[in-house]
């Protein structure tokens, strides 16, 4: 099964493909595309984002584009029509394209043909299964034109105008590009500068670039965004005509202007859900240890100038996370996941390390994939990938799958510890607060260290209080002394 369907053997379309592991809808966040635009094979055309990551979707095929079946900001079910190209242009008369389908009434995707031989998917999960199932419209949507359309008239009524405005018009019309835009019109920007772009209303293609070679930057965004929010504090103070006396103010508008409603969907739902799952179904338990890390500290700063370790980050995270991998070696029961089907506890052999990680889009957990069998160059230089990876927002719903322990860094915030909840289907979450110069007792006397305070948190199925408290002891005994790490790994 393929994401495409011939609705004629000039016309195909593409299909919403689940870009995961079994997820069942996406949000469309930017068309990179147009009605009339010419695309070829391997072609992003737009960027969608999932319960796990945002994802650039690449057109399997070339011509031009005929319609888009969605506007921008929709939820759409896998397996639903999203375009329609036009793969033999100029050989007719091309019907005329159905307007963008409203995000309260999916459009039911038709059956789909067989995939033309010789070609191969290119996407994670390429071809889902068809499914005859009607799904029912989306609650909450229809009302959004009548909303804009009340919404409208009070704004007009509080600038002393009779009459409400104009409703916004069915379909809009792409902008022009401007004379610095790429051809095709899509600006150049990263992901996260295209989710800030959108958040604060900005569109890109007004931008004026200030990266290399064209790209938008997130200063660019802002300074973009600078004089809007200038006219925002003189349209808040005198939101009521003079004459108008200050009873006619509807209650409506004073919440609206006190209030900000922000709907919980793609990236940040699947936390929000995952998080309540994982609280309210494993026992947790958290132990905490002071340690002083001022030995790390200087191994650290040796490390940098170490010529083994050329061209990688190197930070305390790295050498806690080995201190982790050493410590999970010396206790391997403590890398396990519980199995409620089987009623079973499954031990792990390999560490998948998840490194928490604070996006744009939200906080999610990649991990390095057999974090256990990595030197420490290697385990730096996986380090370095994982969060470059993240912060670019392209972490792939594969990275994210499969972790086994994790580590979360609270300190870089200046936070001195906290209680994490684990990552579900995870066994235990490390978590590690503010590095801190502090008094601390040294051979008898009392000197200035650097010190910091460790939690970790385990699901106490699967780990009793023994085990946790000799894994956390091992991470604190390797960090106050880490030649420890030559003599246990």
């Known amino acids: ?40 094979d391997g072609q992003v055309v737009c960027e969608v984002e999932t319960a796990k990551a945002a994802v650039e979707l690449p057109i399997p095929f070339d011509g031009v584009v005929h319609e888009l079946r969605f506007p921008e900001g929709t939820t759409v079910d896998v397996g639903q029509v999203i375009i329609a190209i ?48 009607k799904r029912r419209p989306r609650k909450g949507a229809a009302a959004a034109p009548e909303a804009a359309a009340v919404a409208a008239a009070v704004q007009a009524e509080l600038n002393g ?33 295209r989710k800030l772009a959108k958040d604060l209303g900005i569109d890109l293609a007004t931008v004026v670039p200030t990266g290399k070679d064209g790209i938008i930057t997130r200063e660019d965004v802002h300074a973009a965004a600078a004089p809007a929010a200038a006219e925002a504090p003189a349209a808040v103070a005198s939101p009521v005509a003079p004459e108008a ?21 793609g990236v940040r739902k699947a936390i929000a859900q995952a998080m309540v799952g994982s609280a309210f179904t494993a026992p947790h338990v958290t132990e905490f240890v002071t340690v002083d890390v001022t030995r790390t500290m200087k191994l650290v700063a040796e490390l940098k100038e170490d010529k083994d370790m050329a061209g990688v980050r190197v930070n305390p995270l790295l050498v806690i996370a080995k201190a982790l991998l050493v410590a999970i070696k010396r206790n391997p029961e403590v890398n396990a996941a519980w199995d409620e089907a089987n009623q079973e506890i499954v031990q792990k052999h390999y560490v998948n390390l998840g490194i928490a990680a604070a996006t744009p889009r939200g906080l999610i957990v990649p991990n390095i994939k057999d974090a256990h069998d990595k030197t420490l160059p290697q385990l730096a ?109």
């Open 381 to 489: 230089e996986a380090l370095g990938e994982l969060v470059t990876t993240a912060r670019d927002g392209k972490t792939s719903p594969a990275a994210m799958a499969g972790g086994t322990v994790t580590i979360t860094n609270v300190g870089v915030f200046g936070v001195d510890t906290g209680t994490p909840i684990l990552n579900p289907g995870e066994s235990a979450i490390l978590a590690v607060g503010a590095i801190k110069l502090q008094p601390w007792v040294h051979k008898g006397k009392v000197k200035p260290r650097q010190v910091t305070t460790l939690a970790l948190s385990f699901d106490h199925r699967l780990v009793d209080g023994e085990l946790g408290s000799k894994v956390l002891a091992d991470v604190a005994a390797i960090l106050e002394q880490p030649k420890r790490l030559i003599t246990w790994a």
């Open 86 to 133: 036009d793969v033999a242009p100029g050989s007719g008369d091309a019907p005329a394209p159905a307007a963008a389908a409203p995000a309260q009434e999916p459009v039911e995707a038709p059956e789909a043909e067989a995939e033309p031989k010789g070609r191969t998917p290119v996407l994670v999960g390429y071809g889902v299964a068809e499914s005859s199932t």
């Open 245 to 265: 006396p200050a009873a006619a103010v509807p209650a409506a508008v004073s919440d609206s202007a006190r209030e900000t409603r922000i709907p919980v969907k």
């Open 161 to 193: 105008h009779g009459a409400s405005a104009p409703a916004p018009a069915a379909t809009a019309q792409a902008a022009p590009a401007p004379a610095g835009a790429p051809a095709g019109g899509r600006p150049l920007a990263k992901p996260p500068v």
């Open 1 to 40: 099964m393929t994401t495409m369907t011939e609705t004629s053997a000039r016309f195909r379309e593409f299909k919403m493909p689940d870009v995961g592991e079994g997820l069942t809808e996406a949000e469309i966040l930017k068309w990179f595309v147009q009605p009339g635009d010419t695309v070829t």
